[in-house]
């Protein structure tokens, strides 16, 4: 009898010291719960920093313990088997009790802080030792945020270990999430300088344009205020064009965004939901491009009406700014771009709703020489990388014809050639003549065995 071992066998067997690790996760993730709970909505009979930052550190630790555990044992071929049959990944009960969990708590957040306010007492030391300041819901969102990327971070480095480029991007986002999105904001507030988060730039950070932002980092920043100013107008006038032209989209949507980079990570179980219809992609380009449009219209209109000392517009511009506030950076952006994850894949804000997904979009689609390339001739028309296109490409489609995929939605992510098990598809940053191109197939009629 054989006992040859497969090369796609699990490099680590399943054993009780493993399985006792993934209870001991389990188990810490329900007591942190439970403590999180506590500081929730027991009234400070129990001290909320025992009980809720106490839970917050073990549900951490906890899900670094399960996902260790659960990643480990899985071999690189195994990492997406049984996710349509999953109950959590497949738009099951599971799944929509997590989605409405996250709407829910979406909807306390920007409407309803003061329900939070056991958990925000939790993190008051972090905040003090942090920013010198008290603690708020904006923080508490930020510490679950962060930690959301970083223990989901080690399940996307494990379940994509075997690729140089996975394990770098996924590094990448969450060295940005942890310290351009989390630490340097609070260090500044520590100094007394405004808070400003250097990852973020103007149309996402639809604001730091607008007169009144302006105007406030340069009267209470000085000299750092001015250059806040100046960092925000040139990566978003000057160095976007010129990094997308050379890399594409990728560099900001799959590298530095923290939008991004908490649907690579948290979000990544969930990448083949998204919607590969025509009538979604047609949403797609009928709800984006828009929604681009009406943040340069607001921050045209701003700027004008500062100008004019109010005297054109009026309030109308603070309407302006308040409408996109609501409707789009709460409802579009957390809401529905977080909250329906488990039900329409990680990517709903980015692909319908980012502004910056746009202007990005349409400077790779017409001033890039990024492309994924594709070799149709070795095209077995398996479908897995439509499947896994977080952003409802339908991919197989170009590389069964060996065209090229240039789509303004594309974020480089390079799931599809990290799943194509052909080796088909390629990311590249070649020159932009004949980018179209597609790849040359070799038809029956060009073979002739016995000549």
């Not at 680590?12 to 506590?38: C, D, E, F, Q």
């Not at 499947?387 to 799931?415: F, L, N, W």
């Not at 004949?434 to 197939?441: F, S």
């Amino acid at each position: 009898m054989s006992t040859t071992t497969s090369a796609y066998s699990s490099p680590v067997t399943p054993n009780a010291h493993g399985g006792a690790l993934k209870l001991t996760g389990l188990l810490l993730i329900s007591l942190g719960l439970l403590g999180m709970l506590v500081a929730a909505v027991g009234a400070e009979a129990v001290s909320p920093v025992l009980s809720g930052l106490g839970g917050i550190t073990a549900v951490t630790a906890g899900g670094i313990l399960y996902v260790w555990e659960a990643r480990r044992q899985k071999s690189v071929a195994e990492q997406n088997n049984g996710a349509w049959q999953n109950n959590m990944t497949a738009r099951g009960a599971g799944a929509w009790v997590v989605g409405i969990v996250l709407t829910g708590f979406y909807i306390l957040l920007y409407w309803f802080p003061n329900t939070l306010h056991g958990l925000i007492l939790a993190v008051e030391p972090l905040s003090q030792w942090l920013r010198n300041r008290p603690a708020d819901h904006w923080f508490l969102y930020g510490i679950f945020y962060t930690l959301a990327v970083l223990v989901m971070g080690l399940h996307a480095l494990l379940k994509y270990r075997n690729s140089r480029y996975h394990i770098i991007r996924t590094v990448s986002v969450m060295f940005f999430q942890l310290g351009f999105a989390f630490l340097l904001p609070g260090l500044l507030l520590f100094l007394n300088k405004p808070e400003f988060y250097f990852s973020y730039f103007w149309p996402l950070k639809y604001d730091y344009l607008f007169p009144s932002t302006v105007g406030y980092l340069v009267d209470n920043g000085a000299a750092l205020g001015v250059f806040m100013v100046f960092w925000g107008a040139v990566f978003s006038f000057i160095a976007t064009p010129i990094l997308t032209y050379y890399l594409g989209k990728r560099w900001y949507c799959s590298w530095v965004c923290g939008c991004g980079g908490l649907a690579e990570t948290a979000g990544d179980p969930y990448r083949h939901l998204s919607d590969k219809s025509k009538k979604a992609w047609q949403w797609e380009v009928a709800i984006i491009y828009p929604i681009l449009g009406f943040v340069i219209i607001t921050t045209l209109v701003l700027w004008v009406n500062s100008w004019s000392e109010g005297k054109l517009l009026g309030n109308l511009s603070h309407g302006f700014s308040s409408t996109y506030g609501f409707f789009i950076g709460a409802i579009f952006s957390g809401v529905v771009g977080v909250g329906f994850y488990p039900l329409m894949g990680n990517r709903v804000w980015c692909r319908f709703g980012c502004p910056m997904a746009a202007y990005l979009g349409l400077l790779q689609k017409h001033f890039s020489r990024f492309r994924i390339t594709t070799n149709g001739g070795q095209c077995i028309s398996c479908g897995n990388c439509s499947t896994y296109c977080e952003m409802g490409i339908d991919v197989r489609h170009y590389a069964q014809k060996g065209e090229p995929i240039i789509r303004s939605s594309c974020v480089g992510c390079g799931i599809c050639a990290h799943v194509c098990p052909r080796g088909v598809l390629k990311l590249e940053n070649g020159p932009r003549d004949n980018r179209y191109a597609a790849t040359p197939l070799i038809n029956r009629d060009d073979v002739d065995i016995l000549r």
